[in-house]
C-alpha cells in the first residue's frame, strides 16, 4: 500500500491543502509533504489524527470496505482556537461535502478573522449571547435565537460586543472553514 498517496488522495478529495490539513492537526506543512510523498512516516497518534480530520479512521483506511459515516459524537469534533475565537468543526470530514458546520465560540469584545469574498452562502444561528454580523460595510446586531444568511461575496465576520462568550452554529456551503 502506498500510504502516502492514499493519503494525499483522500486530502484532495477533500480540497485541503497540505497547510490546512497542518493547521487542523498541529503539524507543518513539510511534514504533510514529506508524508505523502513516503519520506517519512507517520507515528500511530499522527496518522490517527490526520485520519480523523479527514473523515475516517485506520480501520476504514486500512479497510477495502467503507460505509458513509451519518452520526458524529462530541468526541468526533475538532477545535482549533484562534485569537479571541474558537472553531469547533462539527462534522470532521464536512470538506468532501455540500455544507460545513461549526460552532464559532467569540470571546468578550473579539472578532472572527475576516472572510475574503468567495463563491458560497453561509447560515449562523445565535445560539448564546449576542453578534454583530459585519457583511461588507453593513452591521448588523442579532440576538441568542436570531440568524442570518448571506451570499459570500463580500468580506465578512462576526463581531462580540458583550462581555461574555458568544456561540453561533455557523454553517458555509461550500466548505470554507
Known sequence: M????KIRDLRNSYN?????LANRVDLTKGYISQLENNLTSPSL???SEILTVLGTSLKEFFSDESDEKIVYKKEDYITKHE?????????NNAQKNEMEPIIVSIEPHCKTSEDNPHEGEEFGYVLDGEVVVCYDNRKIRLKKGETFYFTTNKVHYLYNPKDKVSKVIWISSPPNF
Open 45 to 47: 497518534a499522527s496518522l
Open 2 to 5: 502506498d500510504l502516502g498517496k
Open 16 to 20: 485541503l491543502s497540505q497547510e490546512e
Open 83 to 91: 485569537d479571541g475565537y474558537s472553531l469547533t468543526w462539527l462534522v
